[in-house]
T-cell receptor, first 112, second 112 residues
Framework: DTGVSQDPRHKITKRGQNVTFRCDPI?????LYWYRQTLGQGPEFLTY????????KSRLLSDRFSAERPKGSFSTLEIQRTEQGDSAMYLC??????????FGPGTRLTVL | AQSVAQPEDQVNVAEGNPLTVKCTYS??????LFWYVQYPNRGLQFLLK??????LVKGSYGFEAEFNKSQTSFHLKKPSALVSDSALYFC??????????FGAGTTVTVRA
């Protein structure tokens, strides 16, 4: 499979717990993006990596959120002390240029 | 910077009829525009993009889009809709070089 993969596909957690999501981009893509999508809305940009460097974080990303991309390959998104407002679909995308991107299937997070 | 808008929350058509999903944009320079489709509980699938060149862009699954500079529009079209085209459609454009800004989405329902 040469697409973008994300794991897990679904995550249910209790408020206050920490969660971590993983994204495996298309191998030749050096750009990786995280987006968040809430019900009935379009995806919103969270953060962006070029290779292993995190170049921008949206103000949507509070201090409880952290993302890494060690060695410029896969990426992880961690949410600490989850809140009910964090419930959303978390989408990862990768691209080899500035334009658009290939999206993964997403991780749906439900915080109880 | 660029922004897009989708003026219709929902579009309903009968199978076999033409389908149009509307998108308008505002941009200070050359526009780059994308269409994505999302099926329930799935990630976004790329349909087509306009970077430069022909105003009529052909994409996946029989979809096409017409770039109209005078009307600042990039409407998605399909000559004959299928029930399987029922999904959520997003227009998008780069808000800055490397991240996409999405419209709110249009839910398409194709009835048999």
């Amino acid at each position: 499979d040469t697409g973008v993969s994300q794991d897990p596909r679904h995550k249910i957690t209790k408020r206050g717990q920490n969660v971590t999501f993983r994204c495996d981009p298309i191998s030749e893509h050096n750009r990786l993006y995280w987006y968040r999508q809430t019900l009935g809305q379009g995806p919103e940009f969270l953060t962006y990596f070029q290779n292993e460097a995190q170049l921008e974080k949206s103000r949507l990303l509070s201090d409880r959120f952290s993302a890494e991309r060690p060695k410029g390959s896969f990426s992880t998104l961690e949410i600490q002390r989850t809140e009910q407002g964090d419930s959303a679909m978390y989408l990862c995308a990768s691209s080899s240029d500035y334009f658009g991107g290939v999206f993964g299937p997403g991780t749906r997070l439900t915080v109880l | 910077a660029q922004s897009v808008a989708q003026p219709e929350d929902q579009v309903n058509v009968a199978e076999g009829n033409p389908l149009t999903v509307k998108c308008t944009y505002s941009v200070s320079g050359n526009p780059y525009l994308f269409w994505y489709v999302q099926y329930p509980n799935r990630g976004l699938q790329f349909l087509l993009k306009y970077i430069t060149g022909d105003n009529l862009v052909k994409g996946s699954y029989g979809f096409e889009a017409e770039f109209n500079k005078s009307q600042t529009s990039f409407h998605l079209k399909k000559p004959s809709a299928l029930v399987s085209d029922s999904a959520l459609y997003f227009c998008a454009g780069p808000s800055e070089d490397y991240k996409l800004s999405f419209g709110a989405g249009t839910t398409v329902t194709v009835r048999a």
